[in-house]
């Protein structure tokens, strides 16, 4: 266990404290009647202005025709090279 979280820093540019998102995230939470633990991934794209990849086919859906809809892309929708 200790090697794993020696190593995770490398696999990240960036690592964002949760406390900073946890206010912005239940409130995405409550409004998407979402778990909040997929709804910190939603703050953080929303903070830092980036798209959130995701396979989870329930927060797309939630997401949809709301103003988080531009941040999350479906895993069989993204394309790196653009």
Same mark, same amino acid.
């Given at each position: 266990?200790? =090697?794993?979280?020696? /190593?995770?820093?490398?696999?990240?540019?960036?690592?964002?404290?949760?406390?900073?998102?946890?206010?912005?995230?239940?409130g995405?939470?409550? *409004?998407? !009647?979402?778990?909040?633990? !997929?709804?910190?991934?939603?703050?953080?794209? =929303?903070?830092e *202005?980036?798209s959130?990849?995701?396979?989870?086919?329930?927060?797309?859906?939630k997401?949809? !025709?709301?103003?988080? =809809?531009?941040?999350?892309?479906?895993?069989? =929708?993204? /394309?790196?090279?653009?």
């Amino acid at each position: 266990m200790d =090697e794993i979280a020696a /190593n995770l820093p490398r696999f990240f540019d960036t690592v964002a404290s949760a406390a900073g998102l946890a206010r912005r995230a239940v409130g995405i939470a409550d *409004q998407l !009647d979402h778990p909040v633990y !997929d709804c910190f991934y939603l703050a953080l794209a =929303e903070a830092e *202005q980036f798209s959130l990849v995701a396979a989870d086919m329930q927060l797309l859906g939630k997401v949809r !025709d709301t103003s988080w =809809e531009g941040l999350a892309i479906s895993l069989s =929708e993204y /394309n790196p090279a653009s």
